[in-house]
């Protein structure tokens, strides 16, 4: 069974920097694209980075300038790097993989706090 293991989370101040990853358990064919999403206390889950399989990317406007995605596709990795991070961006970040046919693989999530 595919698991997605996320890493890289943590407590920053405002400004600061956290650069997440996750990776596959086991390889992963027919992946259409790799995403990056985040859950607030209270909020709905929302889409915050994506990269489709031919490397075209996609941004919430809330990250845009601030946020990069990345991929690796030998290592079946999705990267998030996040700069200029502000409490607004306090949540959990899940990462998330589709396949050919629509089925997603999810990871357990990583909690992300910045702090004023």
């Known amino acids: 069974q595919v698991q997605l293991v996320e890493s890289g989370g943590g407590l920053v101040q405002a400004g600061g920097s956290l650069r997440l990853s996750c990776e596959s358990s086991?390889?992963?064919?027919?992946?259409?694209?790799m995403g990056w999403y985040r859950q607030a206390p209270g909020k709905q889950r929302e889409l915050v980075a994506g990269?489709?399989?031919?490397?075209?990317?996609n941004y919430a406007d809330s990250v845009k300038g601030r946020c990069t995605i990345s991929r690796d596709n030998a290592k079946n990795t999705v990267y998030l790097q996040m700069n200029s991070l502000k409490p607004e961006d306090t949540a959990v970040y899940y990462c998330?993989?589709?396949?050919?046919?629509?089925?997603?693989?999810w990871g357990q999530g990583t909690q992300v706090t910045v702090s004023s």
């Open positions: 998330c993989i589709t396949v050919s046919g629509g089925r997603n693989y």
């Open positions: 086991k390889t992963i064919f027919s992946i259409n694209s």
């Open positions: 990269i489709s399989s031919g490397g075209r990317t």
